[in-house]
């Protein structure tokens, strides 16, 4: 009895005969190809991922400066890097404690730059529109160009919008400021600000 069930398993185990190599290839084939698919949309979502998260992050910081101000009784400034895209905040306040007397001693956070292919286009305070500076003959050029914007104790600022850029694949992601309540609304690249110019109240 025990020869007939070792006779079955011996054969069960004959009739297994595992993979060919044509079908290991075409096995190895198809993973490349997925993985290879999936890499590539990666590439495409990150960038605009990226673009999203830096929009948001500014705001978040935007809005922080303004609760800082209105809680402090304190302005603030938040200050754009135009020509290493970035920013930081600006207090009130001199290194080893106390209010600030002049602006050399305010108290800055470090530059938050953003990440590789996003950058600032152009920040837009009312009808003044200040471009970002792309030196092309010096890209470590010590020269560096700041638009600071003042938030008031009140919490209102100058009413501004900063359009952020994504290089690849295109894109821009805006960043409008109210004036009066400082608050920041989000708007994908289909928004257009309006200009407002000095013939709008006449």
Same mark, same amino acid.
């Given at each position: 009895?025990?020869?007939?069930?070792?006779?079955?398993?011996?054969?069960?185990?004959?009739?297994?005969?595992?993979?060919?190599?044509?079908?290991?290839?075409?096995? %190895?084939?198809?993973?490349?190809?997925?993985?290879?698919? %999936? &890499?590539?949309?990666?590439?495409?979502?990150? !960038? /605009?991922?990226?673009?999203?998260?830096?929009? =948001?992050?500014?705001? /978040?910081?935007? @809005?922080?400066? =303004?609760?800082?101000?209105?809680?402090?009784?304190?302005?603030? *400034?938040?200050?754009? #890097?135009?020509? +290493?895209?970035?920013?930081?905040?600006? $207090?009130?306040?001199?290194?080893?404690?106390?209010?600030?007397?002049?602006?050399?001693?305010?108290?800055? $956070?470090?530059?938050?730059?953003?990440?590789?292919?996003?950058?600032?286009? *152009?920040?837009?305070?009312?009808?003044?529109?200040? @471009?970002?500076?792309?030196?092309?003959?010096?890209?470590?050029?010590?020269?560096?160009?700041?638009?600071?914007?003042?938030?008031?104790? #009140?919490? #209102?600022?100058?009413? +501004? %919008?900063? &359009?952020?850029?994504?290089?690849?694949? !295109?894109?821009?992601?805006?960043?409008?400021?109210?004036?009066? $309540?400082?608050?920041?609304?989000?708007?994908?690249?289909?928004?257009?600000?309006?200009?407002?110019? @000095?013939?709008?109240?006449?």
């Amino acid at each position: 009895m025990a020869a007939v069930g070792s006779r079955k398993v011996y054969r069960s185990l004959r009739s297994f005969r595992g993979f060919t190599l044509i079908e290991l290839l075409l096995v %190895v084939t198809i993973m490349m190809l997925v993985v290879g698919t %999936v &890499a590539s949309n990666i590439d495409m979502v990150l !960038p /605009a991922s990226r673009l999203e998260a830096t929009a =948001r992050q500014l705001s /978040a910081d935007i @809005e922080l400066a =303004r609760a800082s101000a209105v809680a402090q009784g304190l302005p603030y *400034r938040i200050e754009y #890097n135009l020509t +290493h895209p970035g920013y930081r905040i600006s $207090t009130p306040f001199k290194s080893g404690g106390g209010l600030a007397t002049t602006e050399t001693d305010r108290v800055r $956070t470090d530059w938050r730059y953003f990440p590789e292919g996003v950058s600032i286009d *152009r920040i837009q305070l009312g009808s003044t529109v200040r @471009e970002s500076v792309k030196d092309a003959a010096d890209p470590n050029s010590a020269v560096v160009r700041i638009q600071g914007v003042d938030i008031r104790p #009140n919490g #209102n600022t100058v009413e +501004h %919008v900063v &359009a952020l850029l994504r290089e690849r694949p !295109p894109g821009k992601f805006y960043l409008s400021v109210q004036g009066l $309540t400082g608050f920041v609304q989000l708007y994908g690249e289909d928004w257009r600000p309006d200009v407002v110019s @000095e013939s709008d109240f006449r």
